[in-house]
């Protein structure tokens, strides 16, 4: 491969890295949301197995009919819509597979939306757990000197 051709490879998946990480760590928190990956097949839920949700830190009692609570079942996030909330037993009725679940307010990890993005889930769940974000850092380091280095092959032979 030319140098050209490794500069313009490498490029891209710096600015790749970079644009992923900022949308993770920078632009979702500033919005007041964080990534939630959904691990798991849930026939009550609203997202598909290994789809990435977006969540927002509510009170449960802000809840209201039409909204998508966001609950754990063991590991696995389920967002199902909201039916009824009855705030003076704490309790959210959602709407399941089945017909419907009570779920006490202690459950409810937050508003999802009703946008998700498909196959990123489990993506981000390895950046976001153990040490993925590291690799990830250390990836972007490798591609910047790869960047760096047909950079400087390519002005060498000009």
């Not at 970079?18 to 009550?44: E, Y």
């Not at 389920?78 to 017909?99: E, P, Y």
């Not at 498909?118 to 590291?134: C, I, Q, R, S, V």
Request: overall charge positive; proline content about 3%; aromatic content about 10%.
């Amino acid at each position: 491969m030319t140098a050209k051709i490794i500069r313009a490879i490498s490029g891209l998946l710096l600015v790749f890295q970079c644009v992923v990480l900022i949308i993770f760590f920078g632009i979702l928190p500033l919005l007041g949301f964080s990534v939630c990956p959904v691990l798991g097949n849930n026939a009550d839920s609203i997202y598909s197995d290994g789809a990435l949700a977006f969540v927002s830190e509510i009170s449960p009692d802000g809840l209201s009919e039409g909204d998508i609570a966001l609950y754990y079942r063991g590991q696995t996030a389920v967002g199902s819509q909201v039916m009824t909330n009855d705030k003076a037993a704490s309790v959210i009725t959602v709407r399941a597979n089945s017909g419907s679940v009570s779920l006490p307010y202690r459950k409810i990890s937050g508003k999802g939306t009703s946008f998700s993005v498909p196959m990123l889930g489990k993506y981000a769940h390895w950046l976001t757990a153990g040490n993925g974000l590291l690799f990830s850092v250390i990836a972007m380091g490798v591609t910047f000197v790869i960047f760096a280095v047909s950079a400087f092959c390519v002005r060498d032979r000009d």
